[in-house]
């Protein structure tokens, strides 16, 4: 038997009134699914699959929006049919979200504890496939003014650039920072080189009168503040 051309539904072949863009403009962002918001951030598909279908094929390779937002860049473009332009636009759309999220929950978070930068960075970085460490800004109230992703892959004190740490803190006029890292293993122990990046940061911000409050690494549920261990606090 003659094996048929798979055939291609385009979007642009839908009647009107089905197509993601005439129904955001008509009857709002909130009426569309979340495949047919993403079809628009896709604009286009490949052969053999429409937009809609790309959406729906990534929405179920990654396990959703929560899923594409933890996809690594590089993993992410090399998708067939998205490439590095369109993992752009996905993940800053998602990451819009995520911010918007953050806003919505109203005046800066303020700090007092571990627990309390845990509670704001534990779920997304448990989740990381590999390393990462981000810098918290805070004010003189311990508000936090700035949280900035600024490394990823293996760290120690060689690959980390200090003052690129406190670059941070600066262009926020923070007055201190708090560093986290994560174990993807999911054991927060500090490693002899956790304990020597985090003395040489307590060391330049007593330089730089910009003190470093915490260094804490997170592993899956669990995590440690080097701070309340006393390791590179000494």
């Known amino acids: 038997m003659e ?54 094929h990534l929405l179920a ?20 049919g998205v490439g590095p332009a369109k993992a752009a636009q996905l993940k800053a759309a998602l990451e819009l979200g995520y911010r918007m999220n953050l806003e919505e929950k109203g005046e800066k978070p303020r700090i007092g504890s571990p627990e309390d930068v845990v509670s704001l960075v534990q779920q997304p970085m448990s989740a990381l496939a590999q390393e990462e ?34 670059e941070v ?3 926020c006029r923070a007055a201190g920072v708090i560093v986290i890292h994560n174990h993807p293993s999911g054991d927060p122990s500090p490693s002899p080189e956790d304990v020597q990046l985090t003395r040489a940061l307590r060391e330049a911000g007593e330089l730089l009168d910009l003190k470093l ?6 592993g899956g549920n669990d995590f440690v503040s080097m701070k309340q261990k006393k390791l590179g606090f000494e």
Request: glycine letters at 6%; hydrophobic letters at 40%; a positive charge.
């Open 61 to 80: 390779e990654f396990g959703g929006l929560q899923g594409l937002h933890r996809a690594d860049f590089k993993e992410l473009s090399q998708v067939r």
């Open 133 to 166: 460490l981000w810098v918290m800004a805070l004010d003189t109230r311990n508000r936090v003014l700035h949280t900035q992703q600024l490394y990823t892959g293996s760290l120690n004190h060689s690959t980390v650039r200090i003052a690129e740490i406190f």
């Open 169 to 171: 803190a600066m262009r």
């Open 3 to 56: 094996n048929k051309p798979k055939t291609t539904h385009r979007i642009k072949d839908k009647p009107e009134e089905e197509r993601p863009r005439e129904r955001i403009a008509r009857l709002g962002s909130s009426a569309l699914n979340r495949t047919e918001l993403l079809a628009i951030l896709l604009r286009t598909g490949i052969m053999g699959e429409n937009a809609l279908e790309l959406a729906d």
């Open 213 to 218: 409050l915490d260094h804490i690494i997170i």
